[in-house]
């Protein structure tokens, strides 16, 4: 099936109730998990926001029942839970966050538990080797991208994969993706595309490289979500 605005238009009833329901378990989990002044805090998630759909992202999120905040500066990260690398190019991003000092922020961000989701270009700064060609990347998982991996041209389009997320097949938009070449030990693959891995995670860091934003389905990003509340319960538990 080729993109179309009917692949990704967002609207339904179906979106409305799965954001719901959702967004109750988030809530749930921090009333359950905190106490003193953190209880019943919404998960707050940052969003890079240089170029790319980092709306639709936000969009999501907030169905789900986040709170959201386009990233730009380093100060922009206080009090988030998690963030977001969304799709766009990798290259520009790359050298946006270095200019910014975001990209050791991301890192240290990382290290101390918060939550961390790459789409697409995001996912490629994620990786700990990036080719075709070669790029320099935060490292924060163990695992070796092709950037255009699928090539240019034939490269956008929409499938339906089986994924351990959900019983339903999850519709995966990819527009000139990566493909994940090698994953190094302890990473878990949640789906594939043809054979190859599509959506992985290990730890607090979570990685797709198809669009899950310009969809219908919030089981990815409400995945994410459940892993920011966790750490957010974590921090507070501890403070
Ligand atoms: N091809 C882009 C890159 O290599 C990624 C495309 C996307 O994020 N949709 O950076």
Known sequence: MKLSAKNT??????????????????????????????????????IVAIQGDFAAHAAMLQAL???????????????????????GESTTQLQFLKEEGLFDAIRKF????GAVFGTCAGAIL????????????????????????????????????????????LEMVFIRGPIIEEVGKGIEVLARHDGKAALVEKGNVLAATFHP???????????FLEMAAAHAAERAGSS
Do not use: W
């Open 9 to 46: 238009r967002k609207t339904g009833s179906r979106k409305k109730t799965a954001g719901r329901r959702a967004a109750k378990t988030v809530l749930a989990r921090l009333r359950h998990s905190n106490e003193g002044r953190e209880k019943n805090r919404p998960v707050k998630i940052g």
């Open 65 to 87: 029942g986040a709170r959201t905040v386009e990233v730009r500066t380093v100060e922009d990260l206080e009090g988030c839970d998690g963030v977001v690398l969304p799709g």
């Open 110 to 113: 990382s290290k101390q538990g």
């Open 213 to 223: 934003e310009l969809t219908d389905d919030t089981t990815v990003h409400a995945h």
């Open 126 to 169: 994620l990786a700990s080797k990036v080719n075709n060609p070669p790029q320099e990347s935060l490292g924060l998982l163990d695992m070796t991208v092709l950037r255009n991996g699928y090539g240019r041209q034939m490269a956008s389009d929409v499938f339906f994969s089986p994924s351990t997320l959900k019983k339903e097949p």
